[in-house]
């Protein structure tokens, strides 16, 4: 390919960028996500195409491919192949497959998403035969790593098919041979010793819900008959780390409008509990969370004010010497700072509903997320991808809806999005677009989604930019996932050694 | 390579041998040359040569290839030696008791670097047919070798010819081949040397900056940067163990920190980092006012670079630099990177409390060294 | 002059005039989009002296004053992005293609 070299008039020009006035100065990102700080004069040089070729900012700019004089090909293929990098979740296609074993539940938790059966009510338990037409499906995935989810309801409620799915997919991974991985999304409030050894031997990974300390978890997460689910809960996870290890046993927040500004408190139990992260994941507009808005929703600010605290705080724990994570810091993080991209479905462009995960409801029917089986059971079936006792690979996951997902998220070309300077490091969620305003595409001024993402981002570039170096020793803690190393002594030359 | 003086008989052309005190079969002898004193008489027979410390009337009656040297505690069981009987010079192609051991591939260059050591020279001659002889002498091998000139990868496929030598004689041996990386972006090389499948292959590519301008003007090519990144892209593709090596001059010292974050960002793949204080000897001495900066002046942006990519998980090293003019957080970087037969100390390193683990200088740095050398306490 | 004084109309809809010779249709309608959050904004018929534009607040904590200066300010910001993105169009389009070509459609 042949490039045109740059017009006489002027020495650079751009190349792709974003930019965004903050801190006093003028954010830039260009296409591979690399950023870089200018003044606002120095920015308006540059804009004006004035900038000298001699200066280091020039060179800074050039190196970081915000301007190219010259040839366009090195360039180019530089920032393409750090833009592929960053959209490396596209390769490997729908590696996330989440199987509900069951819509019944021994809790009943008040922003639940499920629409909670009675816990015998075993019709809508997934059936043997469901679940091997979906294993079938899953192992259609081109991706060379697969993920299965059992959630429900409650998983556990339905073991035998949990078992039948684990042995069924290990059975046919002998000859494909994907790197095959099991998690369990599990109350834990009625897990017996039998299950966990099972977990044990087949190296299911255990996700369980911690919403804080006993009297703010039992707030919002009862058990189907009214009363607290805290101590089952510590009984269950006493007993799963004893079995199955700690390093295999996570756990996850909800924030309602009863946690907001007790975020510290809620570190607090988990450092307690044994945990060494924490996702400060906000309440989903979902299930009975809208019909219990009143009670348990909160305005965006309050949200991010709490989290923006609980971040700090976090922080301030790590300072102290207590290594803890707080997860989703770690993945906008990780796409800030380092070439990579993450996985995380609800934040991705292209959304990752449907091309990166897929859930298969009891009866088989596949959706792109769990919000699109939400719509669905409230008789909204926009985003059902096909059934997998009546439509193959093709039609489910090459069909229209996918499509349809894919093409209202990519932030280079949403409203408000394709400008911004977050955009690389950002996504869309157009199911929760449609769920919640009625449009895959949503008006982006007024957008909770848009709001509480900017913030927090912010709130980290900030840190980024002014933490003094301890604190840029704790967020790379995080990326890396390795405690902070302890200061290495400067007489200290133990770690010499001969080339 | 190190050398000392001789005088031969009883030779004409130059010849390679491997160094021993005796004891092999009659019929393996005509790759070794027997150490011996002047005043012994063992059985010489069939080896290609003997060195000796005088001249002995033993071997000349017998028209035995003979080499004379002033002592014979330089030579270990097992060093590899070539004899120039025009010079009466030994060069040691081989050492076993060095880590540092390198092939020269080919002297020429297709890079005039302001601070090459090695000036390019145009070869009439391949050295592939005489370095595939040293390296079955080299059998089993020592722990790592270096395959380096002027530029390797000109010589071409004859580069597979060497590394299939290596595999086949030195399976245990980690190669290392040190290249400007122009021709590697080549697919269908990089191809055939991945399809070699040499299971303990490292790449050291040299990039000293991070925008072509500067790059360029040190490496005396313009397109030799863009060269350069599709080669390490290349060998990325292929799934090679890839080292950089940024050598700190004048010109790019002050960018440090920005070339560890452009290492960072466009080659995240990298294996190793190495940054390389300057030899000052070759091109690098003739332009020394031009690319010469006292180690000590660098300093902060050698600390600010090792921190940068040490905090993002590439492993980073220092090589060249003594202890003394780094500052403290930095010694963890610094390795023993000088071959031993260029390796110097100082007589005020006498005293200093870390000289076993200091790498010490060049024998070049005569020409110009810094001015912050000091022995560390205990 | 760049844009006029903001003029409070009787319909409670305050109007201020932007220049087109500094300012295209395509800035103000990108800047327009980010404060419809707040109020309501018409795009009125351009006429010699420029482009009007009519702010309407949505609620009545919204500072009518200081939202048209923000406006005046980011569109400066936004008629810059213009240019950018003008300027580098193809190019990007070019990254993305390089980006998902698949390999053996390229040299090397």
């Known amino acids: 390919m042949i490039f045109s070299s740059v017009s006489a008039d002027r020495t650079y020009q751009f190349l792709p960028f974003r930019f965004m006035r903050v801190f006093g100065k003028a954010l830039l990102v260009n296409q591979g996500g690399q950023f870089l700080m200018?003044?606002?004069?120095?920015?308006?040089?540059?804009?004006?195409?004035?900038?000298?070729?001699?200066?280091?900012?020039?060179?800074?700019?050039?190196?970081?491919?915000f301007l190219a004089d010259g040839g366009l090909e090195l360039p180019v293929e530089m920032l393409a192949t750090k833009y592929r990098t960053k959209k490396a979740f596209l390769r490997s296609f729908t590696s996330l497959h989440m199987l509900v074993l069951t819509i019944r539940c021994n809790q009943k938790c008040k922003y639940c998403q499920v629409a909670c059966e009675n816990a015998n009510a075993h019709r809508f338990d997934m059936q043997a035969d469901t679940a091997?037409?979906?294993?079938?499906?899953?192992?259609?995935?081109?991706?060379?790593?697969?993920?299965?989810?059992?959630?429900?309801?409650?998983?556990?409620?339905?073991?035998?098919?949990?078992?039948?799915?684990?042995?069924?997919?290990?059975?046919?991974?002998?000859?494909?041979?994907?790197?095959?991985?099991?998690?369990?999304?599990?109350?834990?409030?009625?897990?017996?010793?039998?299950?966990?050894?099972?977990?044990?031997?087949?190296?299911?990974?255990?996700?369980?819900?911690?919403?804080?300390?006993?009297?703010?978890?039992?707030?919002?997460?009862p058990m189907h008959a009214g009363e607290g689910s805290h101590d089952r809960l510590m009984a269950g996870l006493e007993l799963a780390r004893e079995i199955v290890g700690a390093d295999r046993v996570s756990a996850l927040m909800t924030a309602t409008r009863a946690s907001l500004g007790q975020f510290p408190r809620i570190v607090d139990e988990y450092v307690a509990k044994g945990f060494t992260s924490i996702?400060?994941?906000?309440?989903?507009?979902?299930?009975?969370?809208?019909?219990?808005?009143?009670?348990?929703?909160?305005?965006?600010?309050?949200?991010?004010?709490?989290?923006?605290?609980?971040?700090?705080?976090?922080?301030?724990?790590?300072?102290?010497?207590?290594?803890?994570?707080?997860?989703?810091?770690?993945?906008?993080?990780?796409?800030?700072?380092?070439?990579?991209?993450?996985?995380?479905?609800?934040?991705?462009?292209?959304?990752?509903?449907?091309?990166?995960?897929?859930?298969?409801?009891?009866?088989?029917?596949?959706?792109?997320?769990?919000?699109?089986?939400?719509?669905?059971?409230?008789?909204?079936?926009?985003?059902?991808?096909?059934?997998?006792?009546?439509?193959?690979?093709?039609?489910?996951?090459?069909?229209?809806?996918?499509?349809?997902?894919?093409?209202?998220?990519?932030?280079?070309?949403?409203?408000?999005?394709?400008?911004?300077?977050?955009?690389?490091?950002?996504?869309?969620?157009?199911?929760?677009?449609?769920a919640t305003r009625g449009d895959m595409v949503v008006h982006k001024p007024s957008d909770d989604f848009c709001q509480r993402n900017m913030a927090i981002i912010q709130h980290l570039l900030n840190k980024v930019l002014h933490g003094d170096g301890d604190i840029q020793d704790v967020l790379w803690s995080w990326i890396t996932r390795r405690p902070r190393a302890k200061a290495l002594s400067c007489d200290s030359e133990d770690n010499l050694c001969d080339a | 390579m190190r050398c000392l003086n001789c005088q031969t008989s009883n030779m004409t052309v130059a010849l390679i041998g491997k160094v021993t005190y005796g004891g092999i079969p009659t019929n393996q002898r005509s790759d070794y040359m027997l150490v011996v004193r002047a005043s012994d008489k063992p059985d010489a027979k069939g080896y290609r040569a003997v060195i000796t410390d005088g001249d002995s009337p033993y071997f000349q009656k017998r028209r035995i290839p003979m080499v004379c040297v002033d002592g014979l505690t330089s030579f270990s069981e097992g060093d590899i030696?070539?004899?120039?009987?025009?010079?009466?010079?030994?060069?040691?192609?081989?050492?076993?008791?060095?880590?540092?051991?390198?092939?020269?591939?080919?002297?020429?260059?297709?890079?005039?670097?302001?601070?090459?050591?090695?000036?390019?020279?145009?070869?009439?001659?391949?050295?592939?047919?005489?370095?595939?002889?040293l390296i079955r002498l080299m059998a089993p091998g020592p722990k790592e070798l270096a395959l380096t000139g002027g530029e390797p990868t000109l010589v071409g496929d004859q580069l597979l010819t060497l590394l299939r030598e290596c595999q086949k004689w030195l399976p245990d041996t980690n190669v290392i081949v040190l290249s400007n990386g122009r021709r590697l972006s080549d697919r269908r090389y990089a191809e055939g040397l991945a399809r070699l499948g040499h299971s303990r292959l490292t790449i050291a590519v040299a990039l000293y900056a991070d925008v072509d301008r500067l790059h360029d003007e040190i490496v005396?090519?313009?397109?030799?940067?863009?060269?350069?990144?599709?080669?390490?892209?290349?060998?990325?593709?292929?799934?090679?163990?890839?080292?950089?090596?940024?050598?700190?001059?004048?010109?790019?010292?002050?960018?440090?920190?920005?070339?560890?974050?452009?290492?960072?960002?466009?080659?995240?793949?990298?294996?190793?980092?190495?940054?390389?204080?300057?030899?000052?000897?070759?091109?690098?001495?003739?332009?020394?006012?031009?690319?010469?900066?006292?180690?000590?002046?660098?300093?902060?942006?050698?600390?600010?670079?090792?921190?940068?990519?040490?905090?993002?998980?590439?492993?980073?090293?220092?090589?060249?630099?003594?202890?003394?003019?780094?500052?403290?957080?930095?010694?963890?970087?610094?390795?023993?990177?000088?071959?031993?037969?260029?390796?110097?100390?100082?007589?005020?390193?006498?005293?200093?409390?870390?000289?076993?683990?200091?790498?010490?200088?060049?024998?070049?740095?005569?020409?110009?060294?810094?001015?912050?050398i000091f022995p560390i306490g205990d | 002059m760049i844009y006029n004084k903001p003029l409070l109309k009787e319909d409670g809809s305050t109007e201020v005039v932007v220049d087109p010779v500094f300012f295209g249709s395509e800035a103000v309608l990108n800047t327009a989009y980010l404060f419809t959050g707040e109020c309501y904004i018409r795009l009125l018929a351009t006429s010699e002296q420029g482009i009007v534009i009519a702010f309407t607040p949505k609620r009545p904590d919204v500072t009518i004053g200081v939202l048209v200066q923000q406006y005046l300010n980011e569109l400066i910001d936004q008629q810059l992005r213009v240019q950018i993105r003008h300027d580098t169009a193809d190019i990007q389009r070019v990254i993305v293609i390089e980006a998902f070509a698949p390999l053996d459609t390229k040299e090397g």
């Open chain 1, 279 to 434: 996702f400060f994941r906000s309440l989903n507009p979902y299930g009975r969370a809208v019909s219990g808005r009143a009670e348990l929703g909160y305005p965006v600010e309050e949200f991010v004010r709490s989290y923006q605290e609980g971040l700090d705080y976090i922080l301030e724990l790590n300072l102290r010497g207590t290594w803890f994570v707080e997860d989703y810091a770690a993945l906008l993080l990780t796409r800030i700072l380092t070439p990579f991209g993450t996985g995380f479905v609800d934040l991705q462009s292209p959304s990752g509903a449907g091309i990166a995960c897929a859930i298969y409801d009891y009866d088989g029917n596949v959706y792109v997320s769990d919000e699109g089986r939400m719509l669905a059971r409230n008789g909204d079936k926009k985003f059902l991808m096909g059934n997998v006792h009546q439509h193959d690979y093709r039609r489910v996951f090459r069909g229209d809806v996918i499509q349809r997902t894919v093409e209202s998220s990519c932030v280079e070309c949403l409203p408000g999005c394709r400008d911004c300077a977050f955009n690389i490091w950002c996504g869309a969620d157009p199911v929760r677009n449609y």
């Open chain 2, 220 to 372: 005396g090519v313009k397109g030799a940067f863009g060269d350069t990144i599709r080669g390490l892209y290349t060998l990325a593709l292929y799934g090679f163990v890839i080292e950089i090596r940024v050598v700190l001059l004048s010109l790019n010292y002050r960018r440090l920190p920005k070339i560890a974050d452009f290492l960072y960002s466009n080659m995240p793949f990298a294996s190793h980092v190495a940054f390389m204080g300057m030899e000052t000897t070759g091109l690098a001495e003739k332009n020394l006012e031009r690319v010469w900066v006292d180690p000590f002046d660098y300093r902060q942006q050698l600390e600010e670079a090792c921190g940068y990519l040490s905090q993002r998980m590439i492993p980073v090293s220092v090589y060249n630099l003594p202890l003394c003019v780094l500052p403290p957080p930095l010694r963890r970087f610094a390795r023993k990177s000088i071959s031993e037969w260029k390796n110097i100390y100082l007589p005020e390193c006498q005293v200093c409390g870390v000289k076993t683990k200091c790498g010490g200088f060049f024998e070049s740095s005569g020409v110009r060294r810094s001015a912050y």
């Open chain 2, 81 to 133: 030696l070539s004899v120039e009987p025009t010079t009466g010079t030994i060069m040691f192609l081989y050492e076993v008791n060095t880590l540092s051991n390198a092939i020269l591939v080919t002297e020429e260059c297709n890079c005039a670097c302001l601070m090459c050591p090695q000036p390019p020279k145009h070869e009439s001659e391949s050295r592939t047919q005489f370095n595939c002889k």
């Open chain 1, 132 to 221: 091997k037409k979906s294993v079938d499906l899953i192992f259609q995935s081109p991706s060379p790593h697969i993920k299965i989810e059992f959630q429900g309801g409650e998983p556990l409620l339905n073991f035998d098919v949990l078992r039948f799915a684990v042995e069924y997919a290990k059975e046919l991974n002998a000859h494909i041979k994907k790197h095959l991985e099991f998690v369990v999304c599990t109350n834990l409030t009625d897990v017996n010793r039998e299950q966990l050894d099972y977990c044990k031997e087949h190296e299911i990974y255990i996700s369980t819900s911690l919403d804080g300390p006993q009297s703010l978890h039992d707030l919002c997460r």
């Open chain 1, 38 to 65: 200018l003044d606002n004069d120095a920015f308006a040089r540059f804009a004006e195409g004035i900038l000298g070729t001699n200066e280091d900012i020039y060179l800074d700019l050039k190196a970081k491919h």
